[in-house]
């Protein structure tokens, strides 16, 4: 019987069983996927943004967090030869409207010990010549990063310090039995003490396959974005956000370089026929009956 069955190969599942791995040495540990690679799902399609921060309540968990993750990930980055790059982020405020809560920002990152400053229109377009705004936050912590290869360096950092790695293994039943679960999947069965769900989209299901009730099930949104011209590329040099609108839970339509030096703009919100729809065509009925 494992001590952990960590079920989900995306970032978080593979960032669990590195880290069981480190603080616990020889620790019996099987990281469960069940696609044929990693990192597959959400990991695989972002945006791919080294947040800084600077959005959550001054001394907030989120906040610290953010930061420090943010840090750790750019010296991870760095040992291993992962590219990233600290754009930096301009927050931009094109309505006279707007101009207060950009003010609330720059106080915010201030608080939360980041080093943001308030430029106006001119100093702007100094870092961004494209920009037409009122004034501006410069953010520089913020960056880019394929999160996709840091999920896979996990993986191989985590089976070299002897997490058990499973491909193709899809969880189709969990049930409990002495001293922990047994997990029945696609190619044979599983036991373990202890089960840690990192599923994405699909963990209400496994956390309701293993006896548990969430309280809440996902509901699938698509975000979309334009990709500019090879040859507009050079309109964008930093990552270029909007301040946001407090009446709607989103950062409002950005533009973002991607670290293949791609440029996007986006994103809406779409509501989705499946969970894992990926293209307008994708549907799946038993995600829509749900």
């Not at 800084?52 to 291993?80: M, T």
């Not at 100093?123 to 996709?148: K, M, N, Q, T």
């Not at 533009?255 to 996007?264: L, Q, Y």
Request: proline share 5%; net charge neutral.
């Amino acid at each position: 019987m494992h001590d952990y069955a960590i079920v989900g190969g995306g970032i978080v599942g593979a960032a669990v069983a590195l880290t069981l791995s480190e603080r616990y040495p020889g620790v019996d540990c099987v990281l469960i996927e069940k696609e044929t690679g990693w990192g597959r799902h959400q990991t695989g399609r972002n945006i791919g943004v080294i947040h800084s921060g600077i959005y959550y309540p001054a001394g907030s968990l989120k906040a610290k967090l953010c930061r420090a993750a943010g840090d750790s990930l750019v010296a991870f980055c760095e040992q291993h030869g992962i590219a990233y790059e600290r754009t930096g982020k301009l927050i931009v405020a094109t309505r006279e409207r707007e101009l207060p809560a950009l003010d609330g920002l720059v106080e915010r990152g201030l608080s939360n010990g980041l080093a943001v400053r308030r430029v106006g229109a001119d100093e702007a377009r100094e870092v961004e010549p494209h920009v037409r705004c009122l004034a501006a936050v410069v953010v520089p912590s913020a960056g880019i990063v394929d999160f996709a290869q840091v999920c896979e360096k996990y993986v191989q950092l985590a089976e070299k310090s002897g997490v058990e790695v499973r491909l193709g293994s899809r969880v189709e039943s969990i049930r409990p039995v002495m001293g922990g679960y047994r997990l029945g999947l696609a190619h044979g069965d599983v036991a373990c003490r202890y089960l840690i769900n990192c599923a994405g989209l699909q963990s209400d299901r496994v956390a309701i396959m293993g006896g548990a009730e969430p309280g809440a099930r996902i509901v699938p949104f698509r975000g979309e974005y334009f990709e500019l011209e090879p040859d507009r590329r050079h309109l964008v040099n930093h990552l270029i956000y909007p301040v946001p609108d407090p009446n709607f839970p989103f950062l409002g339509v950005h533009f973002t370089r991607s670290i293949t030096g791609a440029v996007h703009a986006g994103p809406n919100a779409v509501l989705a026929f499946a969970r894992e729809g990926y293209q307008k065509s994708d549907i799946d009925l038993k995600d829509l009956a749900e």
